[in-house]
């Protein structure tokens, strides 16, 4: 794990005390959001902004937030979308955290060092209609030759020798490079902790360590028959069941539904589909000592005004480099596409989850030290592992409503590229239903329809990492 | 189960004795089609006309074809979709099956019995469009009045009072009803029988008893180190992993997948989404003894040339009504959606699904003999399950490539519909790609393509049970 996970409590329910009258008072809120990853928080941020007077709750298992998934990933944003609701989607969001840190001054971690994606020879031709599109829409991006690539990144291996290894690793010679500007990293504990005091502030209730066991479902009118609710009633999602620091249950006019790796969990013994799948993802940490080949590397300072490398994304296996300014480090991960097991419900306990040595030695090393030599005798100072939740059709989020719930989930491993959007979409539907008209930050209209499943009609990504 | 299992052993491997050389010269073929299911069969069927030189194996874990969830559906087929894709499936699958049955005078069991799906007076408006659209595109279709209904179908309660049964039930009045002529019921023994026989007969191979254990997957180029495929090594499926009548492994060029509500089984542990969810489905068998209410009712001469009552769905819950002529009974359904669990790998023995008597009760025969009073007392005098398997997001069927095999999924309770038309489509893929046109029968050009999840380009169906 990439901090070590502090249990520090947050703001707990309201006189949840076994025994006395106030656990049933403080068990029924207007909404509960079920999950503080970045969505969750995202959501009741916007629930409750936009609806002051509701009596919102965020449910999570862990001890405080973000410490799954949004914890455990590499913490990039981007714009360099092929699909123009992706685009919409992250540009606001990222529009959003830039003036909550520029303009609020709220540091969020904000460095906009770019994104640098490689672009083998042979790639040319196949991704220039991409690229064409991102233009079209007004992405900032640039386009540099293998020439200038060679002066702005000198320790890039452009050209290969036709040798035994070039062919086994299937490497390809650099074709050009595109660069994407509004593209960088951001603290994630920063941004939920941005998300969860302002929640907090505008009255909104968290309670951590408390573990959903399932949905209740009920139907409009009870008969007290058992087995309810039968086929011809009208059913409903009007609770949870939880367990762990308050127990029992806790019921709500409507659950949001933000579990992100765990959608299924929660949905599936409903009979509902959560529509994604999910893959084990690592990452390795490289150390960087000072005055080493790493080190000009890391301390580039052609690209962007941060002073270091941007995110590079390497043209063979989605192999990419995060460059780490404080922490004087790389994070090296791998989009491990084929032959790597899909999980449909995930164990809870993170732990569970372990990076593999070999996995970086064997996979990730010989592609990566080929394109950039500094990488060679050097071997990873730490690794973890998280969890990615993909929607394995468009790679695009689903917001959708089923008896009475909201769910969100599906980002494709682009939750903090998108939360902000998310939320508001989340915050629309609560208000207005499946066909509401979200604004997106500042005042950009989306059909949240779109991204439901019963009425999809979104643009399918293909500039997936 | 519907029928006695029969432990009919078919053709299996040529000469596959344990420590004969022959095992491993029988153990490679061109094409093993993973599935002896209705689709399966089709699919094998369809390659080994089209491919007359190759080798191709079937292999099931069943001792005979169609006997899991073929087996176990009602067996019913239709055209009444909304979606053009759905149409040309069905349609040209139907007549495939009519030309088997009438002009090569092979018996399908086929019966053009109708389906008559009831309207609830406040269903009318919603399902305007959708029979505008049927209409559109040539599907035969009749409208009933409700004054008509009552003439044809005098058992049928059109017009309740307005009662506190009604009012629990939520039961709608009757507006009127859609009847679709080409469809019907078939026997998908004789179906399976048909196919099966013919790729045999063409020099097809078969082994049942026997479990693939996973699918083996290699690199193009081995280098012998363990651990193979690297991310960086081209990945290919070669084959399947087996035990049972056969064991070991059985390696082909071409591997396709038709394994139903099984799809993620093999398909999740190497790293592809099968894009399905499955739920059990219940059917119920009513005998109808002579001279009764129920007698009158099975056999209504109103409709169709079968003498019988056409397939009947009721307004509410998706609760259907079977006619079995042979047999003198009904068999009972329901769509059962919310609140019956999603299962993600069902267990192979198809015993573990049950159907539970308590559900006939509680959710079916409270409607069913509000809309037919002549199933008052009535109670099954047996029941059975299978295993729907669904596509959630469009309810159209999968077929695509991954690594060199070909998977064909997700028919959405539909496989006996479009089993003729997804088998050219597998075979057409076979010969030319993704992007292949296949040809459905008898010469209508459709672009697999857009059955794929890549490309994905389908209409999603509006008109599911």
Request: proline share 4%; net charge negative; glycine share 8%.
């Amino acid at each position: 794990m990439r901090n070590a996970v502090q249990f520090r409590r947050c703001v707990l329910l309201d006189s949840c005390h076994k025994g006395s009258e106030s656990i049933m008072m403080a068990k029924k809120f207007d909404i509960v959001v079920v999950g503080a990853g970045i969505i969750g928080l995202s959501s009741a941020y916007h629930l409750q902004k936009s609806n002051p007077d509701k009596k919102i709750l965020i449910i999570d298992r862990l001890p405080k937030a973000a410490q799954a998934n949004s914890g455990r990933s590499a913490a990039m944003f981007r714009n360099t979308f092929t699909s123009a609701d992706n685009l919409l989607l992250s540009d606001t969001s990222i529009n959003f955290y830039l003036n909550v840190q520029h303009e609020l001054g709220i540091d969020l971690g904000i460095q906009l060092v770019g994104y640098l994606w490689l672009i083998g020879e042979n790639q040319i031709d196949r991704v220039g209609p991409h690229i064409r599109r991102m233009v079209e829409h007004g992405i900032v991006v640039k386009q540099y030759s293998t020439r200038e690539l060679r002066d702005l990144l000198p320790e890039l291996m452009t050209q290969f020798e036709q040798d035994e290894e070039f062919r086994t690793l299937k490497l390809m010679n650099i074709g050009g490079a595109l660069f994407g500007q509004k593209c960088g990293s951001l603290d994630p504990d920063l941004l939920a902790d941005f998300y969860l005091k302002e929640f907090l502030n505008s009255g909104g209730h968290v309670s951590f360590n408390t573990n959903v066991e399932k949905l209740i479902i009920e139907p409009d009118e009870k008969l007290g028959m058992g087995d309810e609710p039968f086929v011809w009633q009208e059913a409903k999602i009007v609770g949870v069941q939880v367990s762990g620091e308050v127990e029992g249950e806790i019921r709500a006019d409507t659950v949001v539904l933000a579990t992100g790796a765990w959608a299924n969990e929660l949905l599936e013994p409903r009979g509902i589909d959560g529509h994604i799948k999910v893959k084990k993802r690592q990452l390795f940490k490289i150390d960087v000592k000072e005055n080493t080949a790493l080190s000009s590397l890391l301390f580039n300072k052609s690209f962007n005004n941060e002073g270091i490398l941007p995110f590079v994304i390497l043209p063979k296996c989605g192999i990419y480099v995060k460059p780490v300014r404080e922490g004087r480090s790389f994070w090296i991960g791998c989009e491990d596409e084929i032959n790597r097991e899909f999980i449909n419900i995930p164990d809870a306990r993170m732990e569970t989850y372990q990076a593999e040595k070999k996995y970086y030695e064997f996979n990730i090393h010989p592609v990566l030290s080929s394109y950039l030599p500094q990488f060679k005798d050097i071997k990873p100072s730490n690794m973890w592992a998280g969890l990615y939740g993909i929607n394995t059709v468009d790679f695009l989020p689903y917001v959708f409503t089923e008896c009475g719930a909201i769910v969100v989930c599906g980002d494709s491993g682009s939750g903090i590229i998108k939360a902000d959007a998310l939320g508001r979409i989340v915050s629309a539907v609560y208000k207005d239903g499946e066909h509401a008209i979200a604004t997106l930050y500042p005042n950009i209209p989306y059909e949240a329809t779109k991204l439901s499943y019963k009425h999809r009609d979104v643009e399918r990504e293909e500039w997936v990492i």
